[in-house]
């Protein structure tokens, strides 16, 4: 029996989310076996990766990233996406984890809204008509939420129509000090990974097919609880001498002294 949670007046379903990091050996085993059975997503142009660029954002506690730290079974993150650097089509989105599912929630803004909300000029998400920015217009009054961080990687993705399989590898993960220069195609980003190791993710609805699951080799670890955005978050203030992530969250969900 499928999740599923109600998002204002749309039904959504909660989908299932395992992250692994492979190396490059991996990648081209895999990658040969699955594109035999799976279709190149159709924003892979001539079957080649294409580029994501992501703004999250966070509230003045960093709550996001701690409660990414803590492993809190409830969580969720705001974030803005574009695709191969440009403002044609820009994605808000909700990123919600309820223990082992997670539930994207999206809708298109227009180049002049995220010009908006990336300088801090909220109040006109007051009167959308969309739940999901006036959810944020809340977040953002209530706990001062702000833009943090870009994280960026280059994304190889394929589909199968039975359970809604989608599976990814993202490469080349890297991000920018700032988070002001969002649209910028030529910002200085910094590399996040000290080896060329790739990110697979592995969606699917209810159930993951047996003749899909069986083309995973058992040499493939179990799934991380890997989060590109908590691993950018925390190298950035790294090198902003700001707190790494486990010692800013370290007293996350304790009481007051």
Known sequence: MEEKVMAGEKELYLRHELKYQIDALQYQVLQKKLSMVLKPDPNMEANKPYNIRNLYFDDFRDTALCEKQAGVPFREKYRMRIYNHSDAVIKFERKTKINQYSLKESTRITRGEADQ??????????????????????????????PVVIVEYDREAYVHPVGNVRITFDTELRTELGATSFFDPNICTMG??????????????????????????????????FGKFAICRTQQKCKMGSPAGGALCSNYGKAPV
């Open 117 to 146: 909300i990336i300088a801090g000029n909220f109040d006109f998400l007051a009167k959308s008509k969309d739940h999901l920015l006036r959810d944020f217009y809340l977040e953002t009054r209530c706990n001062l939420m702000r």
């Open 192 to 225: 996040i990974l000290d080896h060329p190791s790739i990110i697979m993710e592995v969606k699917y609805d209810e159930v993951l097919p047996q003749y899909i699951r069986g083309l995973f080799p058992n040499t493939i670890r179990p799934p991380a609880a």
